[in-house]
């Protein structure tokens, strides 16, 4: 069975950082690109960043460039996204998601989902 489990969220205060993991099991599962989305209370889910499965052509939603980076561990089958310069409105649930597709910032696209981990920034 085919699982994707996010953490290393947790709360931070405004211009702090936090470095989320997605660990991809079993270490034989693959797909053609791996994303992060987040959704906040009472708002759609929307899209964070994406790379191919093998870590390249990183993507990020316009909010987030400069301060967010996307990367994956081909040997440990884990995708990561490095936060800095953390913001209040960066709170929300955030999910690891992978698709054998290519509309990597379409969350119905995706066919896998983690169950998300929170990130909480306080002012």
């Known amino acids: 069975q085919v699982q994707l489990v996010e953490s290393g969220g947790g709360l931070v205060q405004a211009g702090g950082s936090l470095r989320l993991s997605c660990a991809a099991s079993p270490r034989t599962f693959s797909a053609y690109v791996m994303g992060w989305f987040r959704q906040a209370r009472g708002k759609e889910r929307e899209f964070v960043a994406a790379?191919?499965?093998?870590?390249?052509?990183?993507v990020y939603r316009d909010s987030v460039k400069g301060r967010f980076t996307i990367s994956r561990d081909r040997a440990e089958n884990t995708l990561y996204l490095q936060m800095n310069s953390l913001k209040p409105e960066d709170t929300a649930v955030y999910y690891c998601a992978a698709t054998y597709g290519s509309s990597y910032n379409k969350a119905d696209t995706y066919d896998y989902w983690g169950r998300g981990t929170q990130v909480t920034v306080s002012s």
């Open positions: 790379c191919t499965w093998n870590g390249g052509s990183p």
